[in-house]
T-cell receptor, first 115, second 118 residues
């Protein structure tokens, strides 16, 4: 089965450090989403890309977060500097953005803890 | 305003019984789609079922069916013959065209935690 691969699975870092999360979307999928999941806020859309172009990152704190897609096989989400309130699970999802709409596929997530 | 509303934070159901999880949505676009995802305690997001706004029939996938009522803007998930392994968080999500017309946004509701009792 094709899958979305996220690395690392877990990350513990100190406040102020840079964090980089990586996502390898499914080959042929041209839409990539980044979500953050917390108990309080649920699933928040941070950014999304279509054909590697960033289309919407309005949900992302611009002063510390950045999202890029340097090529079709890699999407990155960076936090610099990290803060304890960034602790969450970060999901990447990819999809073909066309019929048949058989679901966007999620990665296993990166569980980030900032201490 | 919330795009996707799931009014049941938690629900119990007896094993082997059917259960309905509610989802209402808000969009002005005629072309949209509704998804349901399952998130077990392990954390992964598992796609269950999809309903397009132009689909004439309600979607079904095994024990899952989607009760799509377009005029009421509701897309409830029905799980028949509940099993212990169905205990999880369930998320309703909507795909709709982005404002810049360059793709589709995918927005999630707050989720419903389903607990199946033996």
């Amino acid at each position: 089965d094709a899958r979305v691969t996220q690395t690392p699975r877990h990350k513990v870092t100190e406040m102020g450090q840079e964090v980089t999360m990586r996502c390898q979307p499914i080959l042929g999928h041209n839409t990539v989403f980044w979500y953050r999941q917390t108990m309080m806020q649920g699933l928040e859309l941070l950014a999304y890309f279509r054909n590697r172009a960033p289309l919407d990152d309005s949900g992302m704190p611009k002063d510390r977060f950045s999202a890029e897609m340097p090529d079709a096989t890699l999407a990155t989400l960076k936090i610099q500097p990290s803060e304890p309130r960034d602790s969450a699970v970060y999901f990447c999802a990819s999809g073909p953005n066309r019929d048949p709409w058989d679901g966007y596929t999620f990665g296993s997530g990166t569980r980030l803890t900032v201490v | 305003a919330q795009k996707i509303t799931q009014t049941q934070p938690g629900m119990f159901v007896q094993e082997k019984e059917a259960v309905t999880l509610d989802c209402t949505y808000d969009t002005s676009d005629p072309s949209y789609g509704l998804f349901w995802y399952k998130q077990p305690s392990s954390g992964e997001m598992i796609f269950l079922i999809y309903q397009g706004s132009y689909d004439q029939q309600n979607a079904t996938e095994g024990r899952y069916s989607l009760n799509f009522q377009k005029a009421r803007k509701s897309a409830n998930l029905v799980i028949s013959a509940s099993q212990l392994g169905d205990s999880a968080m369930y998320f309703c999500a909507m795909r709709e065209p982005a404002h810049n017309n360059a793709g589709n946004m995918l927005t999630f509701g707050g989720g419903t935690r389903l607990m199946v009792k033996p």
